[in-house]
Every structure is written in C-alpha cells, then in structure tokens.
C-alpha cells in the first residue's frame, strides 16, 4: 500500500514539474494571414494580367531591393509607386471569407461574383517556391466592395476597392522616368560623342569626341586636348543629366517600324561611375522635332526625349563651353618677379620685397635703368588680378604653328608679361585687324593654344603708373600742430593767406579753434590736416626735363587726354605742420609740408605738386581733397573758362531754361525776365583754356 502511495506521489511530481516547465517555454505563434496575402509574404515577382486588354505588366525586383519593369517595356520602376501597391495588397482586411466550394449549395458560382473570367489576375513570387495568386472579380450589389478569391485556398472576399486602386495605375506612373540612375555623387567621368549632322550623310563623318575626369573635386579636358574644364558648368551638366527624363517610351511593335537612327547614333554621352551608363541619342521624332529618339546601350527599350533642352545644347558644344575660360593659373600670392614689355622694347620690372609697408617696388623702368622706387600694393594687385582673371571668349587654336602665331600677331606681340611665381610663366598678347576690327588674342609660351580675348589689360612701362599712391606716411602718432593756406598771385609775392591757424595741443583742440568756422569749412580744415600726413594721390603726372619750381605753370593737358599741353599755374599753397613723436629721450620734431595746388582744371580735375622734405612729384588730386579745397577757396564749381566768360559778361544772363511756348501759336509769348547772374568770384582764374567737364582717369 505504501509502496502504491509512492509511485503515485512521484507521477504527481513528474505532472507538476511538466506543466511548470511548459509554462516557462515561449508560445510558438503560427502566422495567420489577415487576409488572402499574408502579411509577412514578401514578393520579388508580381505579374498583373488584365484579361480584358491582355496587357501584361511584369515587375521583378534586384537583390537590393529596387524594382524594375521587365514587361511591357523594359525599364527601371519607380519604387514609390511598387512599394505601396506591394503593402496594400499584404494589408487587405477579409473579415468573413467563403469557400468558391460552397457556392453550388446556394445554386450560385464564380460567375454570380464576376470570377468565372476575372477581369485581373495578380500574381506574387517570392523566390522560386512560394506563389500567391489572385483574381479579382466584380463589385458587390452595393458597390462599396469587390470581389477577390485567393486561387490557391479559393476562399473569396469582399474588400476594400481602395486596397487595388494601385493595380491599375497607369504605366507611365510605375515607370522611373529618370534615365540614369547612377548616384550623382559617384560619377567621375563624362564623355560625349557627336557627329556634325543627323541622318545617313553623318555615317561618313568622323564623330567629334570630348572626355572629360574628375581629379578629386575639379574637372579636366583629357580629350581633345589636356585643359582645365568649367568645374562648376560640368557639375551642372552633370546634375541635368541626373535628373534627365524620358517623355515617351514606344512598344517593341511601334520601335520596330520607326526611324529611330540608334543604329548610327547622332549623340553618344558616357557617364562613368562605379559602372557606365550609356545614353545614345538618334532621329528627330517626326510628330515632335523637339524630341529625339533614344535608349541606353544596355536596354533594348527605345523612348524619346526633349533634345532642345540642356544639357544636350551644352554637350553638343562640350570642348568650348566646358573648357575652363580663365587660361592663367597661378597663385597671385606667389608672384615674386612681374616684366612688362612693350613692342618698342620697353620694359619695367616689378619686384616682390621680403618687408616694408609695400611689400613691392619698381625696380627697373622703360629705360631699362635700375629706379627703386616703392610700388603701390592696390595697383600691382590691380595687374595681377587683370591677368588672373583674363577669360578667353573662344578657344582660337590648339595647335598653333609659327604661321598661326604670325596671324595672331603673337610672334612679335604688342605686349610680353612675365611671371616668377613657383614656376616662370610668360604670357604675349597681340592684335589682328580685320576688316576695320581689331580683335585680341593672347596664348602662353611653352603652349601652342590660342586663346581670343575682349581686350588687351591696360599695362605699362611708364614707372609713375604703379608708384606707391601714398607720397610718404608719416609715424603713428603724429600731430597736426599748424595749417596755412595761401592764395597765390603775381601781384602778391607773399600771396594771400586764406587760412592760417597754429594749433597749442595742450591748451585747446582743432575744433575749438575753428568754432568761429562753418561746419564745412572745419571738417574741410581737419581733413586736410590730417590728410596731409598720409597723403594719397589720385595718380602721378610726369616731371619736367628741369628742376621742378613753383613759381612758373607746370606744362599738362587739361583733361588727361592727350593732345597739346598748357601752362598751368600753381595757385595754392598748403603749409601743414606737424609734430613728429617722442623718440626715446628726444623730443618730437617740428616739420613743415608744404603743397603746391593748381586751380580747378575741370569740376573733377585738379593737379597738385611737393618737394623737399617730401618726394619730389606732380600729381593729380582725389576727388575728397579736390572738395575740401573748393569748400576752403570758394572757387566756382564751373571750369576756369565758364567762369571767366561770367566775369567778363556786360549783360546779365539768363541761367534758366527757355520758356515753353504756350500751346496757342498764335499768341506773343512773354519773354522770361532774366535773372542777375551770380556775383564773380574774387578767386583768380587759371588762364588755361579749358576742355569739356571730365571725370578724373
């Protein structure tokens, strides 16, 4: 009995240690499909066969997950329009499913639901042996639903019309239009072929070729010819081809009756990436001349695009339109050496210095004689801008000869500029006039292309052109003490003084001492003042053959053109003192600099002269001193003969406009009263005869 007991007490055990440990084991869970797709069926194969047109549409998807249309045409799918089809069919709700069995006991078949002959059969593979087909019948008696009957369990449902909508979306909605589908950011080549002219006749021409690489992030020319290329135009082209897109795609039957001309193929573009996609370009399309046919070299499907669009208009000119047009490359930071030579031989020379507050000077004139003399740091950048950013408006030759050179009038050229930077390059520029046009051309030793340009840069052996613009910068520190300003005439020696006023830095201040002063009188006081101590011309004018005195008129043109020179007399005198800083122990020093300035040439041109202690030169003035000079003199804004016609004048005259005629004809008009004319001027007037107003060069 008690053994009894035992065995039953440990079968009890064994029951109870079971059931715990199946009750600890996860819940193996069977997938159930909602519907007639299970939603974990995951198709690369869907064929959809419309009975009724007996269209067939094919769709077959990579290995990495992009869809492709293998029938009717074949072409890339547009995954966002397969995807969703995809997930509508994996989401349709059968709530209550029959059986197509069951229907003979109701006295009913597949025709009463619209599936004896379904109007669409869809068809989902995935892989080689899981297949689920269904066929889609007519709508229910209300019309909210639609019949479908999975053919595999024949269990039909009334769905959601909304859940097949996408089977039926037109085609050309399914297609990629896109026609290369290359990543835009792994193409590092692009190559174009064209022949001159569509058609038979261009069979017999030999195609025009252009390759162009990409070396890390610019482009370059390798066919026909080695050169930089337009980085920025060939990503643009780049990024049209990209986004180019077919307009129309024709059946196997309509491609095999048209004149497509693909078999010799009017425009052959390569675009290279980790593979090469291939576009070739055939015939107008006759409904549509705008249009070409086309295709890619590995699809046999032909379609059609928009050939008047770009890129093609680009491509179709590749070697010019996407060179690189700015044909001087160098680093302007790294020209240590500028020489300038003219036809005659003249030559100047520009060198780079190690220090200094301009860190160029002129070391060589037209002469040829060794002048240092400080450059201008604004205009040699000014020449070497001009020259880095000298642009070719059409690629002349790339295989110039002798001959070539001579024609461009290169071989003995109007003007040879070269350059030492890391490497010396020369550069000459010549002219050739025809037919009464003067046309431009530059090319670069050492190369034989021949680029045409606009115009020549304005260069010169003339030294004054690119002396330093500032006469000489006195210390940081330094204080205007004294200003003095006299009007000089023959019949005062001494001239007389307009202004004259000397400055006691340590009891008062310059506007102090000109509070008696109109505002435009003080600011033009101050601003000469302080001018004064680093004064900037406008630009050099060239000394006499003799010593350069202010006491007789200096020979110029009065407007900068050219032509006979007048005597100009200097009619001002400006006396700036200054106070020079402390030096260690030594007091600041007291100096006088004094400029001669001519009288008002034109309203925008005026010259002005120095000497000992300043550098010796004859210059014309800027605008601003030309200003706080008129504000000081008072002299008129006319040019010195308007005004001395004015002075001259016994009549009053009359500035107005004339008088408009009354629109009656026939009435006397009254004349305009005339208006006194303006007081004359005290001021002197220079007696050069004077030119047109002018802006200053």
Not at 543 to 566: I, K, M, Q, R, W
Not at 574 to 588: R, S, Y
Request: aromatic fraction near 6%.
């Amino acid at each position: 009995m008690r053994f009894k007991l035992t065995i039953v007490l440990l079968l009890a055990n064994l029951a109870v240690f079971f059931i715990l440990w199946r009750l600890e084991q996860p819940v193996e869970r069977m997938p159930t499909p909602a519907g007639p797709v299970p939603r974990d069926f995951d198709p690369d194969h869907v064929i959809i066969e419309n009975k009724v047109s007996h269209e067939i549409r094919e769709l077959v998807r990579d290995r990495i997950g992009n869809w492709r249309i293998v029938k009717p045409v074949d072409w890339p799918a547009n995954d966002y329009a397969i995807n969703p089809m995809i997930t509508d069919l994996q989401l349709i709700e059968a709530p209550t499913p029959f059986s197509a069995d069951d229907l003979a006991k109701s006295g009913e078949s597949l025709s009463s639901y619209g599936l004896e002959n379904p109007e669409l059969e869809v068809t989902l593979q995935s892989g080689k042996s899981k297949t689920v087909t269904l066929e889609i019948g007519g709508h229910t008696p209300n019309g909210n639903s639609i019949y479908l009957m999975n053919k595999a369990d024949r269990l039909i449902s009334a769905v959601d019309p909304e859940s097949l909508a996408r089977l039926v979306t037109p085609l050309k909605d399914l297609r990629d239009n896109r026609i290369f589908s290359l990543p835009i950011f792994d193409i590092q080549g692009l190559s174009v072929r064209t022949l001159p002219a569509a058609g038979p006749a261009a069979t017999q021409d030999i195609p025009q070729r252009v390759t162009l690489v990409k070396d890390g992030d610019q482009w370059r020319l390798d066919t026909p010819v080695v050169s930089p290329a337009d980085t920025g135009l060939v990503d643009q082209v780049v990024g049209q081809l990209d986004n180019l897109n077919a307009v129309d795609f024709l059946s196997p039957t309509d491609a095999a009756g048209a004149h497509t001309g693909l078999d010799s193929p009017f425009m052959r573009i390569d675009l290279k990436g980790e593979s090469t996609q291939t576009l070739l370009l055939g015939d107008h399309v006759p409904s549509a001349p705008e249009e070409r046919y086309a295709k890619l070299d590995s699809s046999p499907t032909i379609f059609t695009v928009n050939a008047a669009q770009e890129p093609f208009k680009t491509l179709l000119n590749a070697q010019q339109v996407l060179r690189e047009r700015q044909f001087l490359n160098f680093a302007g930071d790294k020209v240590s050496t500028i020489t300038l030579v003219d036809s005659a031989g003249g030559e100047l020379r520009l060198q780079k210095l190690e220090t200094g507050t301009s860190p160029w000077q002129i070391l060589k004139d037209a002469s040829g004689a060794t002048v240092p003399i400080t450059a201008d740091s604004d205009q040699v950048k000014g020449l070497l801008d001009s020259l880095s950013g000298l642009s070719a408006t059409s690629f002349t030759s790339d295989a110039a000869g002798p001959d070539d050179l001579h024609h461009f009038g290169l071989d003995a050229p109007r003007w040879k500029v070269k350059l030492q930077a890391d490497k010396a390059i020369t550069i000459n520029f010549g002219t050739l006039v025809d037919k009464d046009t003067t046309r431009y051309y530059a090319n670069v030793e050492g190369s034989l292309s021949v680029y045409e340009i606009d115009a020549i840069p304005h260069f010169s052996t003339n030294a004054l052109e690119y002396r330093n613009r500032v006469l000489e910068a006195q210390p940081e520190g330094t204080q205007v003490v004294s200003f003095k300003l006299t009007r000089l005439s023959a019949t005062q020696p001494e001239g007389e003084v307009l202004d004259n006023y000397t400055l006691d830095p340590q009891k008062t201040n310059w506007d102090q001492l000109l509070k008696d002063k109109t505002e435009g009188e003080r600011e033009a006081i101050i601003h000469l003042g302080e001018s004064a101590k680093q004064f900037r011309v406008d630009s050099y004018l060239p000394l006499p053959n003799h010593a350069l005195s202010f006491a007789e008129p200096y020979e110029t043109t009065v407007d900068s053109t050219g032509g006979a020179t007048t005597p100009v007399p200097w009619v001002y005198r400006l006396e700036v003192g200054v106070l020079l800083p402390a030096v260690g122990k030594d007091a600041g020093q007291n100096l006088t600099l004094t400029f001669y300035f001519s009288g008002a040439l034109t309203p925008s041109r005026q010259i002005g002269g120095t000497s000992d202690p300043l550098p010796t030169a004859v210059f014309v003035l800027p605008q601003d001193i030309i200003g706080d000079l008129r504000g000081l003199t008072h002299e008129l804004n006319q040019p010195a003969e308007t005004a001395k016609v004015l002075q001259e004048a016994t009549q009053p005259i009359d500035t107005r406009p004339p008088a408009i005629a009354p629109a009656d004809t026939s009435a006397t008009p009254t004349p305009a009263t005339p208006e006194p004319a303006a007081p004359a001027s005290t001021a002197p007037v220079s007696p050069a005869p004077v030119a047109p107003a002018a802006t200053a060069p």
